[in-house]
């Protein structure tokens, strides 16, 4: 089997390469030269390369598992000088979607390979067994698709997946992975949980069982509904969580809600969203988001729980 080069040695690239290497198949870690992960690679018992030097460029499979906003300056700086036919991987379809990288460099094969989970759920569902997704599009795969595939669901299969691999495109995926981030997973869950913890606090429950109810208890609930299915999920919740979950479905999803998704998915489809990332200060808006969570009440109960629990 065809060694993978990991570039790059984040949360996401070492949750790859412990699975791969746990599977017995061939990897190495490529870093910057100078990069802190040596240590680290070596410990794991994993070759590295050093980005840019004449071995980085031997392998034929390459996985760029650094942030999306390095891509292009990494494949404008290194592009050319990849062997022809040279599979690139990338783990999101947004930076490819973004600056065409299959237009402006043609010989090279552009496959997106993205599992649905972050770095440490990776190595996680791996070491428990539990379900692993990933989607895939060879649709800028300009030689040898077939060979490609069956490399692909080899390594994939070593790395853990279990559902799928699902076939898509790299424009699906960039639209779905946004939107999911934007309408639900990183604004109206956290939010939602905050802002019901502040009216039970407001109402003089104990801020405890207040962080118990809205956010504690979210990891147990979301594992039923996945395991379950919605139709598992609802037959197994009780009387009272049944009623009251009609009774929210008509108060909380209303017609000017669903109009606000519609419109969230309007801005990524027509790449307003993309504009918008280019004029905002990502230190500048993390710094406000970690302002706003750290002062939170929620926050301070948080620490103070998992203190106690030390």
Known sequence: MLRLTIIGFGNQAKSWAMNLKDSAFPIRIAIRSGSD?????????IDYVEIGSKEFFED???TLLTPDDSHAD???QYGSQFRQQTTILYNHGFSLTQHQFQSKYPDLNHVLFAVKAIGKEIRTQ???RGKLGAVYSLEYVNQNPLGIEAWLKSMAHSLGINMGLFKTTFQHETHA???SEQGLLCSLIPYTAS???NTLIAKGIEPELAYLECWHELKLIVNAMVDMGPEGFYDLISPNALIGSEKGYQKLITPDFKQKLDDLYSEIESQQFNQEIKHTNISEIRNTIRARWEQSALMKTFRQIN???T
């Not at 992960?37 to 018992?45: W, Y």
């Open 37 to 45: 992960s040596i240590a680290a690679i070596q410990a794991l018992g």
């Open 60 to 62: 034929q499979f390459f």
């Open 74 to 76: 990494f494949i404008h």
């Open 126 to 128: 791996y070491q428990q």
């Open 177 to 179: 992975d946004l939107f």
């Open 195 to 197: 802002e019901m913890f």
């Open 307 to 309: 203190r106690d629990e």
